[in-house]
């Protein structure tokens, strides 16, 4: 939220978000009086994007949770009711994966973000829910990329980046509805006799490419250009085979320079 706060003031045109701020981490009241504040000082280029984060990363907070749909809800409702005094609120944008979050984000947001979604999956997933969801409604997803020749070695770093989602069983009952049944059933045979260090091995190279960019320039531009034909912006979230972020984020930008 700070550097958001920094955006606001050294940026004049640029639109942002956050994807995803865990709502556990302010209280709403707070969230409200922070994300109103942008709004105004940015000139309307902000939107809030939160989530429920994931279960080891609640716990390492000690709060204590409810159910992840009911308590999203009475935090927008509570940012909602703040608005009078904070002034008017920014976009929210709703962290969802399955169908519920999703229905839940039409119903109170103002959009939805995904994270490692799967293209060939996207499109059925929103054809079925488009009922619930009004327009315009903003669309996003946060897909781990890699930009190099050697399209091995970046799928090796997008397999190190996914191997922490897949051990989430929210993650694996996502992509088994995806299609990916076979993949998430060896993730979890290896999970339950402690191989964990083997968990890559289990990633198929189709399941990974449908829910990662790994490879030379011109293919990573064209799975860019394939999430945007589906109506969902993509947020390309950098690695590099030969350096940091800072290193890949230069490497996007080259992409398209």
């Given at each position: 939220?700070?550097?958001?706060?920094?955006?606001?003031?050294?940026?004049?045109?640029?639109?942002?978000?956050?994807?995803?701020?865990?709502?556990?981490?302010?209280?709403?009241?707070?969230?409200?009086?922070?994300?109103?504040?942008?709004?105004?000082?940015?000139?309307?280029?902000?939107?809030?994007?939160?989530?429920?984060?994931?279960?080891?990363?609640?716990?390492?907070?000690?709060?204590?949770?409810?159910?992840?749909?009911?308590?999203?809800?009475?935090?927008?409702?509570?940012?909602?009711?703040?608005?009078?005094?904070?002034?008017?609120?920014?976009?929210?944008?709703?962290?969802?994966?399955?169908?519920?979050?999703?229905?839940?984000?039409?119903?109170?947001?103002?959009?939805?973000?995904?994270?490692?979604?799967?293209?060939?999956?996207?499109?059925?997933?929103?054809?079925?829910?488009?009922?619930?969801?009004?327009?315009?409604?903003?669309?996003?997803?946060?897909?781990?990329?890699?930009?190099?020749?050697?399209?091995?070695?970046?799928?090796?770093?997008?397999?190190?980046?996914?191997?922490?989602?897949?051990?989430?069983?929210?993650?694996?009952?996502?992509?088994?509805?995806?299609?990916?049944?076979?993949?998430?059933?060896?993730?979890?045979?290896?999970?339950?006799?402690?191989?964990?260090?083997?968990?890559?091995?289990?990633?198929?190279n189709k399941w990974l490419d449908d829910c990662t960019l790994s490879g030379p320039a011109d293919r990573v531009r064209e799975g860019i250009a394939a999430w945007y034909a589906t109506g969902v912006t993509p947020i390309a979230v950098m690695s590099s085979t030969t350096g940091g972020q800072a290193k890949a984020i230069n490497e996007l930008i080259a992409l398209y320079s």
């Open positions: 939220m700070g550097l958001c706060v920094s955006l606001a003031h050294t940026t004049s045109t640029l639109r942002y978000w956050t994807s995803i701020q865990p709502i556990y981490y302010n209280h709403p009241v707070e969230a409200a009086n922070t994300a109103a504040h942008i709004h105004e000082v940015s000139g309307g280029r902000f939107g809030f994007g939160i989530g429920v984060s994931h279960g080891p990363v609640v716990q390492r907070l000690g709060v204590e949770t409810g159910k992840p749909l009911s308590d999203i809800r009475s935090y927008v409702e509570a940012m909602r009711t703040q608005e009078k005094f904070s002034g008017a609120l920014p976009p929210i944008y709703l962290a969802a994966l399955r169908d519920k979050m999703l229905q839940l984000a039409g119903n109170i947001g103002n959009g939805a973000i995904w994270a490692n979604a799967s293209l060939s999956f996207t499109s059925t997933q929103l054809k079925r829910n488009e009922a619930h969801l009004p327009s315009p409604f903003f669309l996003s997803n946060m897909i781990p990329t890699v930009i190099d020749d050697d399209i091995d070695a970046a799928r090796a770093i997008n397999r190190k980046t996914l191997t922490s989602y897949v051990t989430l069983p929210n993650y694996r009952n996502y992509w088994r509805e995806a299609g990916y049944q076979e993949e998430m059933d060896a993730v979890e045979v290896l999970l339950a006799t402690g191989k964990r260090d083997e968990i890559p091995s289990a990633m198929s």
